[in-house]
């Protein structure tokens, strides 16, 4: 993939804490779709027992320059499936219009204890445009052949 040729967003960052810092914020790759977020608290580590959560500050502010688009803080997937520390809340979202700290609500979801130390990869920041609606309260909503089924209402295969 080119990325000279791939969507591109300005996004003004605002470094908070020695442990984030330009020089270690960024993406792994040319090509990753997220920016890595890092654990910025004061405590050299933190220790998560199982069912536990934190909240975690990444140690940036960020002003996003394009109207649409919105921050949403994902999981780092080897950090989910390998030792099952996962953003507690499922997905985070950065409103376009928020200027306060980052942070993530990391949960161990293994059964054993996991170390975070300072300045670690504990999630990822992607960039995607959002829609406002308008609301048009109605009496009945279109048909369609699911209707009203609920989950698993279509089958299983």
Sequence with gaps: MDTKTSPH????VR???NACTPENFGYATDVSAGLDLRACMAEQEIVLDPGER????????????????AGFVF???????????TVSQGVG???PDY????KVSLLNTSQKQHRVLR???IAQLVFLPFFHTSILPVSELGRTARGDGGFGHTGEM
């Design 119 to 121: 300045g670690q990869r």
């Design 15 to 17: 470094f908070l804490s």
């Design 9 to 12: 967003l300005e996004v003004r």
């Design 93 to 95: 979202v950065i409103d």
């Design 54 to 69: 934190y909240l975690f500050p990444a140690g940036i502010a960020i002003e996003i320059t394009r109207p649409g688009i």
């Design 75 to 85: 999981s780092r997937s080897g950090l989910g499936a390998k030792h099952g520390l």
């Design 99 to 102: 200027r306060g700290e980052i």
